[in-house]
């Protein structure tokens, strides 16, 4: 077991759950603890563990997938620049307003990060900066990397005016 | 050039008439895609560069997780396109690494041989690209010419020149010839003389290197802590290389004939020499690999049925074209477990990665790319205050940021 | 003396033709370059191919000194209000290329941000399929909007008036009915706006 967890598990006892496949650990943190936990526990991996580098933030929608429990997983990849070690903490959050702690404040690349995971997910951060929408247009409603939103979308790409040879 | 009055512009005062806005983009000529900046001036400085990007949103991910293993690779091909071959090794090395596939040595060496003409061919066109931006136009025409060499390479290799599409799962599409090898023999012949000249072109050039020494300085501390991998990383000094510290395909074997480039200046002309030494080490590493290239087959054992039969054992033998059909057929195809992982190799912009969940079936459940030019783009408006306006191509350029790698 | 001598005196010809051949001949496109397809664009300008040999290399990207837009990628959501904005900005008489799959008909993505096809906002006149196509097939193209200014302009441009219908795919209409369309607020030709860059920390927008 490396070191790092026995220090996680010192500070946050019960807060997670740790799972390994191929090399990858993970810390799992379940949608009923993130909200508290999630800051303090990223915030002792860098400091204390020394992962200093936010390799990712990746959202997820695990809805209807086999054996899930919270719907919306966002997993924050990171990486000890010094040893090359990786760990990825997984927080998870629940409609109807899934929000988590912003880790902006730890790492300034997270910014965007969180940016685009709130834009396709709609899962809020507390404590950006600056959460407004990146890659869709501000009008847009939907969030569309949502299991329940239709690959082709629902019409918006169309919504738009026709310019005829006539009148240009 | 950072003016030492910026500090005292206190730029949410009230009395800032003086500041005004200038937007740049997203159909701009420097900008090369579709970028757009906000940008607040005061006279020609620089005070806040706010971008906003999107113009370039395809929706890749969601398409992920609409086509198989093999299909989203002519997807992940489009993302990074001026090295579209390193996208493709990425993404497959993720969904090797979540079935548990070894590669046979064989395809090992080619994919690395490829990658690295990918990477040469990259990194030319952002030296050049960025020499044309800041009124080199030789460079340009110098580093196309070379790209064409790469891309017929990849015409004999894969049968597309632009996008090849050529990995697929546990393999290649197919074995390459003698004559690939030969057409690489020779690059590897005249790519120096060309990189010289391109290095005689710019390396001294006076108008060049006063428009990008200084410039965008980004500190060591500052690449770790927004995340900053790839050359952007490396010429501040950040010694992070995943070839050598997580190697991955015929890495392990190649360790001898490639050193890290790096540099600690940070600045624009930092991130130019680190690219322009980088396609020697590639070369070295091109070089070495296609000495040793190994014989026998190209993709994985036919009898584990994860990796397409070529349309001989198809057409001819019974076992082929049952595992044909398995592997095309929307309810069967691959058994991955139930999973998820994070596979990441190092293309041209940096750590290229894709977090992989797999719901047990041949397609993903989410396939996250952690896009090495969105987070360089991110660190842009840091980079950009207190500089010109005319030092925005020079910045740009030497960040190399792909609008569909950066939007997806 | 010898030249005039071998030519005649006058000419007789028509204005349209005399108009066609002079801007056939120096057409100066502008890249409206996007995505992929841009660099094979920059490709076909740069040494092995030089799009000069036939009178487009003046490659200008301001829309205003322009004559011929070659849509060179895909165009997203967020996209199609600059198109046509630039393509109302550049002057009259103009033509547009759809280079690549993509800007013909969305190409690979058939995802819920990508357009299907340019033609269903500005008028296109040549399309060039391929993904991205060769140098060579953007040469052929130009070629043919050459042949078409030859065989069908006009010196004051009447040919574009009877153009006035919508010449975009036919089944636009009825590809997503109104029951199955959300009423989106606003109507996206905004995206260019200049917006409030104040920070904000808004509840998320729902979906009603
Ligand atoms: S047609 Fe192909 S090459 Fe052109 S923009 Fe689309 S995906 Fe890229």
């Given at each position: 077991?490396?070191?790092?967890?026995?220090?996680?598990?010192?500070?946050?006892?019960?807060?997670?759950?740790?799972?390994?496949?191929?090399?990858?650990?993970?810390?799992?943190?379940?949608?009923?603890?993130?909200?508290?936990?999630?800051?303090?526990?990223?915030?002792?991996?860098?400091?204390?563990?020394?992962?200093?580098?936010?390799?990712?933030?990746?959202?997820?929608?695990?809805?209807?997938?086999?054996?899930?429990?919270?719907?919306?997983?966002?997993?924050?990849?990171?990486?000890?620049?010094?040893?090359?070690?990786?760990?990825?903490?997984?927080?998870?959050?629940?409609?109807?307003?899934?929000?988590?702690?912003?880790?902006?404040?730890?790492?300034?690349?997270?910014?965007?990060?969180?940016?685009?995971?709130?834009?396709?997910?709609?899962?809020?951060?507390?404590?950006?900066?600056?959460?407004?929408?990146?890659?869709?247009?501000?009008?847009f409603t939907a969030y569309p990397l949502r299991k329940d939103y239709p690959l082709r979308g629902l019409g918006e790409r169309h919504n738009f005016p026709t310019i005829t040879r006539a009148e240009s | 050039m950072p003016l030492e009055v910026l500090p005292q512009i206190d730029e949410a005062g009230a009395d800032q008439e003086f500041l005004y806005t200038l937007n740049f983009g997203p159909q701009h000529p420097a900008t090369h895609t579709t970028l757009r900046l906000i940008l607040t001036l005061d006279g020609e400085t620089i005070?806040?560069?706010?971008p906003d990007i999107g113009y370039l949103h395809s929706g890749f991910e969601k398409l992920g997780e609409d086509l198989d293993f093999n299909q989203y690779v002519t997807i992940v091909d489009r993302m990074n396109y001026i090295s579209p071959f390193a996208n493709e090794v990425s993404w497959h090395h993720a969904v090797e690494k979540l079935i548990g596939i070894e590669l046979t040595p064989r395809c090992k060496y080619l994919r690395t041989i490829l990658a690295e003409l990918a990477r040469i061919s990259d990194h030319l066109l952002?030296?050049?690209?960025?020499?044309?931006?800041?009124?080199?136009?030789?460079?340009?025409?110098?580093?196309?010419?070379?790209?064409?060499?790469?891309?017929?390479?990849?015409?004999?290799?894969?049968?597309?020149?632009?996008?090849?599409?050529?990995?697929?799962?546990?393999?290649?599409?197919?074995?390459?010839?003698?004559?690939?090898?030969?057409?690489?023999?020779?690059?590897?012949?005249?790519?120096?003389?060309?990189?010289?000249?391109?290095?005689?072109?710019?390396?001294?050039?006076?108008?060049?290197?006063?428009?990008?020494?200084?410039?965008?300085?980004?500190?060591?501390?500052?690449?770790?802590?927004?995340?900053?991998?790839?050359?952007?990383?490396?010429?501040?000094?950040?010694?992070?290389?995943?070839?050598?510290?997580?190697?991955?395909?015929?890495?392990?074997?190649?360790?001898?004939?490639?050193?890290?480039?790096?540099?600690?200046?940070?600045?624009?002309?930092?991130?130019?020499?680190?690219?322009?030494?980088?396609?020697?080490?590639?070369?070295?590493?091109?070089?070495?690999?296609?000495?040793?290239?190994?014989?026998?087959?190209?993709?994985?054992?036919?009898?584990?049925?994860?990796?397409?039969?070529?349309?001989?054992?198809?057409?001819?033998?019974?076992?082929?074209?049952?595992?044909?059909?398995?592997?095309?057929?929307?309810?069967?195809?691959?058994?991955?477990?139930?999973?998820?992982?994070?596979?990441?190799?190092?293309?041209?912009?940096?750590?290229?990665?894709?977090?992989?969940?797999?719901?047990?079936?041949?397609?993903?459940?989410?396939?996250?790319?952690?896009?090495?030019?969105?987070?360089?783009?991110?660190?842009?408006?840091?980079?950009?205050?207190?500089?010109?306006?005319?030092?925005?191509?020079?910045?740009?350029?030497?960040?190399?940021?792909?609008?569909?790698?950066?939007?997806? | 003396?010898?030249?005039?001598?071998?030519?005649?005196?006058?000419?007789?010809?028509?204005?349209?033709?005399?108009?066609?051949?002079?801007?056939?001949?120096?057409?100066?496109?502008?890249?409206?370059?996007?995505?992929?397809?841009?660099?094979?664009?920059?490709?076909?300008?740069?040494?092995?191919?030089?799009?000069?040999?036939?009178?487009?290399?003046?490659?200008?990207?301001?829309?205003?000194?322009?004559?011929?837009?070659?849509?060179?990628?895909?165009?997203?959501?967020?996209?199609?209000?600059?198109?046509?904005?630039?393509?109302?900005?550049?002057?009259?008489?103009?033509?547009?290329?759809?280079?690549?799959?993509?800007?013909?008909?969305?190409?690979?993505?058939?995802?819920?941000?990508?357009?299907?096809?340019?033609?269903?906002?500005?008028?296109?006149?040549?399309?060039?399929?391929?993904?991205?196509?060769?140098?060579?097939?953007?040469?052929?193209?130009?070629?043919?909007?050459?042949?078409?200014?030859?065989?069908?302009?006009?010196?004051?441009?009447?040919?574009?008036?009877?153009?006035?219908?919508?010449?975009?795919?036919?089944?636009?209409?009825?590809?997503?009915?109104?029951?199955?369309?959300?009423?989106?607020?606003?109507?996206?030709?905004?995206?260019?706006?200049?917006?409030?860059?104040?920070?904000?920390?808004?509840?998320?927008?729902?979906?009603?």
């Amino acid at each position: 077991m490396a070191a790092y967890l026995d220090t996680l598990t010192a500070r946050f006892p019960g807060a997670f759950t740790t799972s390994e496949f191929r090399g990858d650990r993970r810390v799992i943190v379940a949608a009923d603890k993130a909200p508290a936990v999630l800051l303090g526990l990223l915030r002792c991996l860098k400091e204390e563990c020394g992962f200093d580098f936010l390799c990712d933030v990746a959202g997820v929608d695990y809805l209807n997938y086999p054996g899930a429990a919270d719907r919306y997983g966002v997993v924050y990849a990171l990486t000890n620049t010094t040893t090359g070690g990786r760990v990825f903490v997984k927080a998870f959050a629940n409609d109807p307003d899934p929000v988590l702690p912003s880790a902006v404040p730890l790492w300034q690349g997270a910014d965007w990060l969180e940016r685009e995971v709130y834009d396709m997910y709609g899962v809020r951060f507390d404590g950006h900066p600056d959460l407004r929408r990146i890659l869709m247009p501000s009008e847009f409603t939907a969030y569309p990397l949502r299991k329940d939103y239709p690959l082709r979308g629902l019409g918006e790409r169309h919504n738009f005016p026709t310019i005829t040879r006539a009148e240009s | 050039m950072p003016l030492e009055v910026l500090p005292q512009i206190d730029e949410a005062g009230a009395d800032q008439e003086f500041l005004y806005t200038l937007n740049f983009g997203p159909q701009h000529p420097a900008t090369h895609t579709t970028l757009r900046l906000i940008l607040t001036l005061d006279g020609e400085t620089i005070v806040k560069a706010v971008p906003d990007i999107g113009y370039l949103h395809s929706g890749f991910e969601k398409l992920g997780e609409d086509l198989d293993f093999n299909q989203y690779v002519t997807i992940v091909d489009r993302m990074n396109y001026i090295s579209p071959f390193a996208n493709e090794v990425s993404w497959h090395h993720a969904v090797e690494k979540l079935i548990g596939i070894e590669l046979t040595p064989r395809c090992k060496y080619l994919r690395t041989i490829l990658a690295e003409l990918a990477r040469i061919s990259d990194h030319l066109l952002c030296v050049g690209a960025a020499a044309l931006d800041l009124g080199a136009l030789t460079a340009f025409l110098y580093a196309f010419n070379e790209r064409e060499k790469v891309y017929n390479i990849m015409e004999s290799a894969a049968g597309q020149r632009f996008h090849p599409s050529f990995t697929r799962v546990g393999g290649l599409m197919n074995d390459i010839g003698g004559d690939v090898v030969d057409q690489i023999r020779n690059f590897i012949r005249t790519f120096p003389k060309a990189h010289a000249d391109v290095v005689r072109l710019l390396n001294r050039n006076r108008i060049f290197v006063d428009r990008t020494k200084g410039i965008g300085v980004l500190s060591k501390a500052d690449a770790i802590n927004t995340g900053c991998s790839g050359p952007v990383a490396r010429a501040s000094g950040v010694v992070r290389d995943l070839r050598k510290d997580e190697p991955y395909l015929a890495y392990p074997d190649l360790q001898g004939a490639f050193k890290v480039v790096c540099a600690t200046g940070g600045d624009c002309y930092s991130r130019y020499l680190v690219r322009m030494e980088e396609m020697i080490e590639s070369l070295n590493i091109i070089k070495a690999a296609v000495e040793n290239l190994p014989a026998g087959p190209v993709n994985v054992a036919l009898n584990d049925k994860l990796t397409i039969p070529d349309k001989t054992a198809t057409y001819r033998s019974i076992e082929g074209l049952i595992q044909h059909f398995e592997l095309f057929m929307w309810n069967r195809q691959w058994e991955p477990p139930v999973e998820e992982v994070y596979g990441a190799t190092e293309t041209a912009n940096g750590e290229l990665g894709f977090y992989v969940v797999s719901d047990g079936h041949g397609r993903a459940w989410r396939a996250r790319t952690r896009p090495p030019s969105f987070i360089h783009f991110a660190v842009f408006p840091m980079l950009m205050e207190g500089h010109q306006i005319s030092d925005v191509p020079a910045i740009l350029g030497s960040l190399n940021i792909i609008a569909a790698e950066l939007d997806r | 003396m010898a030249i005039t001598g071998l030519l005649p005196d006058f000419l007789v010809t028509k204005l349209d033709y005399l108009a066609n051949l002079t801007r056939k001949h120096s057409l100066w496109p502008m890249p409206f370059a996007t995505a992929c397809c841009g660099i094979e664009l920059m490709a076909t300008a740069s040494s092995r191919y030089d799009i000069a040999r036939f009178g487009s290399e003046a490659m200008r990207f301001s829309p205003r000194q322009c004559d011929l837009m070659i849509v060179a990628g895909r165009v997203v959501m967020k996209m199609v209000p600059v198109m046509q904005r630039i393509w109302l900005q550049m002057p009259e008489p103009k033509w547009c290329i759809s280079m690549g799959a993509c800007a013909s008909s969305g190409g690979v993505f058939d995802a819920y941000a990508t357009v299907q096809g340019i033609d269903r906002f500005i008028p296109v006149d040549v399309y060039v399929p391929g993904c991205p196509p060769r140098p060579e097939q953007l040469i052929r193209a130009v070629l043919d909007i050459q042949e078409k200014i030859q065989r069908t302009g006009t010196i004051d441009a009447r040919e574009f008036a009877a153009r006035s219908s919508y010449e975009g795919p036919t089944s636009l209409a009825r590809e997503i009915g109104p029951e199955e369309a959300i009423v989106a607020p606003g109507d996206f030709t905004t995206a260019t706006r200049l917006r409030s860059l104040k920070m904000t920390n808004d509840p998320p927008m729902t979906r009603q």
